[in-house]
């Protein structure tokens, strides 16, 4: 997890750095979103996969096939926080 958690912040601060420094960044649109992705991706997953750890006692199974519905949850509990954080971070502001 950390290591992973230290390559999603590289591949962050990369990104923010281009995004200052580039003209043409700003034509893309919401590559932001993107390239924090798997930031954000890390930082719901690590609550979600601990609280699933103490109620189940055990580590979610995240291949197919699903081995439990406790497990399918835990996937759409996911991709849940994921589209959700991705709607709040493309919302306009008023």
């Given at each position: 997890?950390?290591?992973?958690?230290?390559?999603?912040?590289g591949?962050?601060?990369?990104?923010?750095?281009?995004?200052q420094?580039?003209?043409?960044?700003?034509?893309?649109?919401?590559?932001?979103?993107?390239l924090?992705?798997?930031?954000?991706?890390?930082?719901?997953?690590?609550?979600?996969?601990?609280?699933?750890?103490?109620?189940?006692?055990?580590?979610?199974?995240?291949?197919?096939?699903?081995?439990?519905?406790?497990?399918?949850?835990y996937?759409?509990?996911?991709?849940?926080?994921?589209?959700?954080?991705?709607?709040?971070?493309?919302?306009?502001?008023?």
């Amino acid at each position: 997890f950390n290591l992973c958690l230290l390559a999603a912040v590289g591949i962050f601060l990369y990104a923010y750095l281009v995004s200052q420094s580039s003209p043409f960044y700003k034509f893309i649109g919401n590559l932001d979103m993107w390239l924090g992705a798997p930031l954000l991706f890390l930082v719901i997953q690590k609550p979600i996969r601990l609280g699933f750890k103490s109620i189940m006692k055990r580590e979610p199974v995240v291949e197919k096939p699903m081995p439990s519905v406790a497990d399918f949850i835990y996937m759409m509990i996911l991709i849940a926080g994921m589209v959700l954080a991705g709607m709040l971070f493309l919302r306009k502001p008023i």
